[in-house]
């Protein structure tokens, strides 16, 4: 029996784990992923939908790759849909995370026949120093919302785990103000790099509301031609879209729908929007998502 999961990941972290764990080496400069990120609930599985519907772009689910965390092949091949004994391979094969991020790429390109890797985990967030490092020629995209809708998602997060493969509700409720604190530490950490040429963002409430000419301006930031697929993303044939694998957000396989903007106008109390302003009212007003706080 293999060491406990926290003792893996505490080894990854130090530096002292498996070689596939430690991040000290450069990936190669031509590697060019596409790093997709943000506070969670933000519309990340949404934009990695559509990415994943260009004909040379392939999107998979989170992979936490770009994490200091241990790797789990087995968790990874079956997320993915890959053997086991192959990605445990690649994992015994590579020499560092960056070695091991290349050939689990490739992996996914030869699986989906596309010609580029995109990977979302909103975590990437709080990664984009170390990703940038490791990979110069990667492009990382900030998928940004309004800070009161995310809180309002954030707090039933995750809605439902999978029980025998059906969809199950957890009934999760967590205090607003843990959430508003998320999305203020969030877009906070990656301020810096907000003026970076290799930084693009992706409002979410634009992304919803006008898709085609946000996606034209990411594709040109991407370095990609346009693909009419994107805006048909739910009818796509991909080998990445399994909705038993996806118990937090099922709905971003349907169609775009607005019907979350602004959602915080009826899930928000009185008492839920103080607590809100007190913590990321400044913020939210600097990204021009309210004139002022007397909302």
Not at 41 to 57: A, K
Not at 95 to 121: N, Q, V, Y
Not at 195 to 204: E, M
């Amino acid at each position: 029996m293999g060491a406990p999961r926290f003792l893996k990941d505490f080894a990854a972290m130090i530096g002292i784990g498996h070689p596939a764990d430690s991040f000290a080496a450069v990936g190669s400069g031509s590697f060019s992923p596409i790093v997709l990120g943000g506070c969670g609930r933000s519309g990340t599985t949404l934009l990695r939908m559509m990415l994943d519907s260009h004909r040379r772009i392939c999107c998979g689910p989170e992979s936490s790759l770009f994490r200091r965390r241990a790797i789990d092949a087995d968790w990874l091949a079956d997320r993915f849909g890959f053997g086991r004994e192959e990605v445990r391979a690649l994992r015994d094969s590579a020499a560092s995370r960056p070695a091991f991020i290349e050939a689990f790429a490739g992996l996914c390109m030869r699986k989906a026949g596309k010609a580029r890797w995109a990977e979302k985990t909103p975590r990437n967030i709080s990664r984009i120093g170390e990703i940038y490092r490791c990979f110069a020629a990667a492009r990382f995209v900030h998928v940004l919302r309004d800070g009161r809708d995310v809180a309002c998602s954030l707090r039933t997060h995750p809605r439902h785990r999978i029980v025998e493969g059906k969809l199950v509700p957890t009934g999760t409720w967590k205090p607003i103000a843990g959430c508003a604190r998320r999305w203020v530490r969030d877009l906070e950490g990656s301020r810096r790099w907000w003026g970076d040429a290799r930084f693009h963002t992706v409002r979410y409430e634009d992304l919803v509301l006008n898709p085609r000419p946000v996606l034209e301006r990411l594709m040109a930031f991407l370095g990609e031609d346009w693909d009419e697929g994107m805006l048909a993303h739910a009818h796509a044939d991909s080998p990445f879209r399994d909705a038993t694998r996806f118990a937090q957000n099922p709905e971003a396989l349907g169609a775009v729908s607005a019907s979350s903007i602004g959602r915080w106008q009826r899930d928000l109390d009185a008492r839920d929007r103080r607590i809100f302003k007190r913590i990321a009212g400044p913020l939210l007003v600097e990204l021009g998502y309210a004139q002022d706080e007397r909302w």
